[in-house]
C-alpha cells in the first residue's frame, strides 16, 4: 500500500510569484484535503477535494486554489505568494466514511 | 471562535514515566476527535481516536480519555521511551459533510534518560 507522498519537498519562492503543490493519495483514498501548517502552530484547514469537487474550505483567500484529478491526486495552486504564506503545506487523505486522515511529509514553501 | 487548544505547550517525562497530554476543544458539536504524533521534519502521523459517543478508548500504550462535560480530551501514554519524543496535536472533527479538523496548537513532549 503506498502512502500519501507530496512533491516538491523544499522550494523558495519570491513575494508575488505564484507555486504548484503536488500530491498523491494514499492507494483507495479519493478524498484530499490540504493544510497550512505555520512554524510552531498546528495544521489549519485549507479545503478538501471529494470526487474532483470542492467539498469544504477554511478561511483561505481565493489565491489558495486546487484541483483534484480522476486518479484522486491534487494540487494545491497559491497565487500572488506574500511572506506568511511561508509554511509546511500538508496534504491528506483519507476515505470519506472514515475519520482518519492519512498525512504526506508536506511540501515547506519559503517566501523571500 | 473555532479552537481546540492545549494546557501545556512543552512537557518533560523521566524514560518508563507515563505522559498524559491535555487538550481543551470548544465546539460542542464535535463529534470526532484524533491524537496526531508529528516527529520533526515529518507529516502527523495517526496515534488514536475517539467518537463522541464514548469516553474512554486504548490501544497500544495509549489511551484517550474523552469528557464531553467540560470538553476535555487528554492522551495517556503508558512507560513513555525516546521514540515518543514529538509534538503531539490534538484535533477535533467539526462534523458535517468534510473531513474539517481543527487543531490545537500542540504539546512536545520530550524524554529525559
Keep these: 500500500e503506498t502512502g500519501v507522498t507530496q512533491s516538491p519537498t523544499h522550494l523558495i519562492k519570491t513575494r508575488g510569484q505564484q507555486v504548484t503543490l503536488r500530491c498523491s493519495s494514499q492507494s483507495g483514498h479519493n478524498t484530499v484535503s490540504w493544510y497550512q501548517q505555520a512554524l510552531g502552530q498546528g495544521p489549519q484547514f485549507i479545503f478538501q477535494y471529494y470526487r474532483e469537487e470542492e467539498n469544504g ?3 483561505f483567500p481565493p489565491r489558495f486554489s486546487g484541483l483534484q484529478f480522476p ?3 491534487s494540487e494545491l495552486n497559491v497565487n500572488a505568494l506574500e511572506l506568511d504564506d511561508s509554511a509546511l503545506y500538508l496534504c491528506a487523505s483519507s476515505d470519506p466514511g472514515a475519520g482518519e486522515l492519512f498525512f504526506g511529509e508536506g511540501s515547506r514553501l519559503t517566501v523571500l | 471562535g473555532e479552537s481546540v487548544g492545549l494546557h501545556l505547550p512543552t512537557l518533560s517525562v523521566q524514560e518508563g514515566d507515563n505522559s498524559i497530554i491535555n487538550c481543551a476543544y470548544s465546539n460542542s ?13 515529518k507529516g502527523p502521523q495517526f496515534i488514536i481516536d475517539i467518537r463522541s459517543n464514548m469516553d474512554k478508548r486504548q490501544g497500544q500504550r495509549v489511551t484517550v480519555l474523552l469528557n464531553k462535560t467540560v470538553k476535555h480530551l487528554s492522551l495517556q501514554i503508558a512507560a513513555t521511551q525516546p521514540g515518543d519524543s514529538a509534538v503531539y496535536f490534538c484535533a477535533e472533527n467539526m462534523g458535517g459533510g468534510a473531513q474539517k479538523l481543527v487543531f490545537g496548537q500542540g504539546t ?6
Design chain 1, 57 to 59: 474550505r477554511g478561511n
Design chain 1, 71 to 73: 486518479n484522486y491526486s
Design chain 2, 29 to 41: 458539536a464535535s463529534d470526532y476527535f484524533i491524537w496526531y504524533k508529528q516527529e520533526s521534519g
Design chain 2, 108 to 113: 512536545r513532549l520530550t524524554i529525559n534518560p
